[in-house]
């Protein structure tokens, strides 16, 4: 299948206003400064206008490279040193370390041979000192604007702010919304506006891209009550270290999680602390659908069919292995997997009309991918790619190979897409069954038309609203939209129906 290569653009930062000049200096006093300059000054050391200039090129090089390298993860205006959380240490050297050599249990690799000592002590640098005070400011879109895309008005609402990078969203009979954040809360949040925590969770590894993540209703939720919760597990031997991605199903009584049980633990454990997955959804027939990530050991998960990482899985609503799932037969392979060679999917939805299975996939440094899953078959992760490592090096010169799935579409430069959904009900009719995915990287998100399985249109919402973790369509038809950052929940409401 033919690809389409998406060319996001990159937001332009706003520049400063010139500042206006005034004077302000008494007439009385000119000629007394003008006294003491004559009398004060003395010969000074001449600027180095040279090394001013290479500075500034240094710098700019500076900024450069981490825009081209680093953004994707830690934001085109370095929102994730806003808050100087520095895991490994703040000093200069710490921060020069980290870069040459990485960090490889938090996903991070090393630029030892991308770049000079010289421009990695001057990327510290620029990284060392914070937010630029041009920064693209997060949230620029109020509740109060009427916003014009392609086909339909909307403004934008305001649910929830100060949360802990929010995940999951999943809404109750009853109009309260369910929420996750990463860090291990789960919340109701009720029609009132209160934020009520529901206790009765197992424990969490929370550590990297590891937490509390996806949440979906079972299908007949009505009649029998189950929650389904993604979160990244703890080790199963004590004292180890590490975990891996597990799915629970529990129902709520009184705010606590009861009836606890965990239907799926994938894996093998690993010390890594990133690449978990996991977004879950269910088909028309019942059976549910969730992708784990190679969890950073891409050479050897993604292409066994022998452990439960790099892959889709297909279990029944108790945990159980369908009949036919496509190597249920065969011997040493993990029966849950439904398709395999997968980097880290972080979207899965099911297509309201067809019931196919689609997945958005974050691939390295210009390889991000959107596939329609099919069962059985190898998406090539990573033996195939169109993206490079992060440090511009290469891991294979191929994009294709006979035996694996080309993606239908991908991002280069990679946008870093999230949660994804159909749009559903009757409230943006004129996106009825497009797809809606978030962009971490750009921070919007993306309307993408399809037509027979093929990518034919495209366009960004919301553009500077922060890094967008989910997107969901409520009962009605709502578009709810997670941000990461800034930690908040909003709303689209109609404004031209």
């Given at each position: 299948?033919?690809?389409?290569?998406?060319?996001?653009?990159?937001?332009?930062?706003?520049?400063?206003?010139?500042?206006?000049?005034?004077?302000?200096?008494?007439?009385?006093?000119?000629?007394?400064?003008?006294?003491?300059?004559?009398?004060?000054?003395?010969?000074?050391?001449?600027?180095?206008?040279?090394?001013?200039?290479?500075?500034?090129?240094?710098?700019?090089?500076?900024?450069?490279?981490?825009?081209?390298?680093?953004?994707g993860c830690?934001?085109?205006?370095?929102?994730?040193?806003?808050?100087?959380?520095?895991?490994y240490?703040?000093?200069?050297?710490?921060?020069?370390?980290?870069?040459?050599?990485?960090?490889?249990?938090?996903?991070?690799?090393?630029?030892?041979?991308?770049?000079?000592?010289?421009e990695?002590?001057?990327?510290?640098?620029?990284?060392?000192?914070g937010?630029?005070q041009?920064?693209?400011?997060?949230?620029e879109?109020?509740?109060?604007?009427?916003?014009?895309?392609?086909?339909?008005?909307?403004?934008?609402?305001?649910?929830?702010?100060?949360?802990?990078?929010?995940?999951?969203?999943?809404?109750?009979?009853?109009?309260?919304?369910?929420?996750?954040e990463?860090?291990?809360?789960?919340?109701?949040?009720?029609?009132?506006?209160?934020?009520?925590?529901?206790?009765?969770?197992?424990?969490?590894?929370?550590?990297?891209?590891?937490?509390?993540?996806?949440?979906?209703?079972?299908?007949?939720?009505?009649?029998?009550?189950?929650?389904?919760?993604?979160?990244?597990?703890?080790?199963?031997?004590?004292?180890?270290?590490?975990?891996?991605?597990?799915?629970?199903?529990?129902?709520?009584?009184?705010?606590?999680?009861?009836?606890?049980?965990?239907?799926f633990?994938?894996?093998?454990?690993?010390?890594?602390?990133?690449?978990?997955?996991?977004?879950?959804?269910?088909?028309?027939?019942?059976?549910?659908?969730?992708?784990?990530?190679?969890?950073?050991e891409?050479?050897?998960?993604?292409?066994?069919?022998?452990?439960a990482?790099?892959?889709?899985?297909?279990?029944?609503?108790?945990?159980?292995?369908?009949?036919?799932?496509?190597?249920?037969?065969?011997?040493?392979?993990?029966?849950?997997v439904?398709?395999?060679?997968?980097?880290?999917?972080?979207?899965?939805?099911?297509?309201?009309?067809t019931?196919?299975?689609?997945?958005?996939?974050?691939?390295?440094?210009?390889?991000?991918?959107?596939?329609?899953?099919?069962?059985?078959?190898?998406?090539?992760?990573?033996?195939?790619?169109?993206?490079?490592?992060?440090?511009?090096?290469?891991?294979?010169?191929?994009?294709?190979?006979?035996?694996?799935?080309?993606?239908?579409?991908?991002?280069?430069?990679?946008?870093?897409?999230?949660?994804?959904?159909?749009?559903?009900?009757?409230?943006?009719?004129?996106?009825?069954?497009?797809?809606?995915?978030?962009?971490?990287?750009?921070?919007?998100?993306?309307?993408?038309?399809?037509?027979?399985?093929?990518?034919?249109?495209?366009?960004?919402?919301?553009?500077?609203?922060?890094?967008?973790?989910?997107?969901?369509?409520s009962?009605?038809?709502?578009?709810?939209?997670?941000?990461?950052?800034?930690?908040?929940?909003?709303?689209?409401?109609?404004?031209?129906?």
């Amino acid at each position: 299948m033919q690809s389409f290569f998406f060319n996001p653009m990159i937001h332009s930062i706003k520049k400063p206003e010139k500042m206006k000049t005034h004077n302000f200096l008494p007439e009385k006093l000119v000629p007394l400064l003008i006294l003491f300059v004559l009398f004060s000054c003395r010969p000074q050391s001449p600027v180095n206008i040279e090394v001013m200039n290479r500075s500034a090129q240094n710098m700019e090089g500076a900024a450069a490279n981490y825009q081209n390298y680093c953004a994707g993860c830690h934001g085109f205006n370095l929102e994730k040193f806003e808050h100087k959380d520095w895991m490994y240490g703040d000093s200069l050297n710490s921060v020069f370390e980290s870069i040459k050599y990485g960090r490889i249990e938090m996903g991070m690799p090393g630029f030892e041979a991308t770049f000079s000592d010289d421009e990695i002590r001057e990327l510290a640098d620029y990284t060392k000192k914070g937010i630029p005070q041009n920064r693209i400011q997060l949230g620029e879109k109020t509740d109060s604007a009427v916003h014009s895309s392609e086909l339909h008005r909307f403004r934008v609402d305001t649910l929830v702010s100060g949360l802990d990078v929010p995940w999951g969203l999943e809404f109750l009979p009853n109009g309260d919304l369910l929420l996750s954040e990463r860090s291990g809360m789960l919340y109701r949040f009720t029609a009132s506006k209160e934020l009520i925590p529901i206790r009765g969770l197992p424990e969490i590894f929370v550590k990297g891209q590891g937490g509390l993540m996806d949440l979906k209703l079972h299908p007949d939720y009505a009649s029998n009550g189950w929650i389904y919760i993604a979160f990244s597990d703890v080790a199963d031997e004590p004292g180890e270290s590490g975990g891996n991605t597990s799915i629970l199903r529990a129902r709520i009584q009184d705010d606590r999680l009861t009836d606890v049980q965990k239907i799926f633990n994938g894996n093998p454990d690993t010390d890594k602390s990133y690449h978990f997955g996991c977004k879950i959804d269910f088909d028309k027939k019942g059976y549910l659908y969730f992708g784990i990530g190679d969890r950073g050991e891409r050479d050897v998960n993604p292409q066994t069919l022998a452990n439960a990482n790099g892959k889709i899985h297909r279990i029944r609503d108790d945990g159980t292995i369908p009949d036919d799932n496509p190597f249920v037969a065969i011997d040493g392979a993990c029966p849950s997997v439904y398709s395999f060679g997968h980097r880290n999917p972080q979207g899965i939805a099911v297509h309201p009309v067809t019931g196919d299975l689609w997945e958005s996939e974050h691939g390295p440094k210009g390889g991000d991918e959107l596939n329609r899953i099919k069962p059985g078959r190898n998406y090539g992760w990573p033996v195939i790619s169109y993206g490079i490592n992060y440090d511009g090096t290469r891991f294979t010169d191929l994009t294709e190979k006979e035996g694996m799935e080309q993606p239908v579409a991908y991002w280069d430069p990679s946008i870093a897409p999230c949660g994804m959904t159909f749009v559903t009900g009757s409230l943006f009719p004129r996106w009825q069954n497009n797809l809606l995915i978030g962009s971490l990287r750009f921070q919007y998100v993306e309307r993408i038309e399809l037509l027979r399985n093929r990518v034919v249109h495209r366009e960004k919402l919301l553009e500077g609203i922060g890094r967008v973790r989910n997107v969901k369509i409520s009962p009605e038809g709502l578009v709810y939209v997670a941000i990461e950052q800034p930690g908040k929940i909003i709303r689209l409401l109609p404004e031209d129906l």
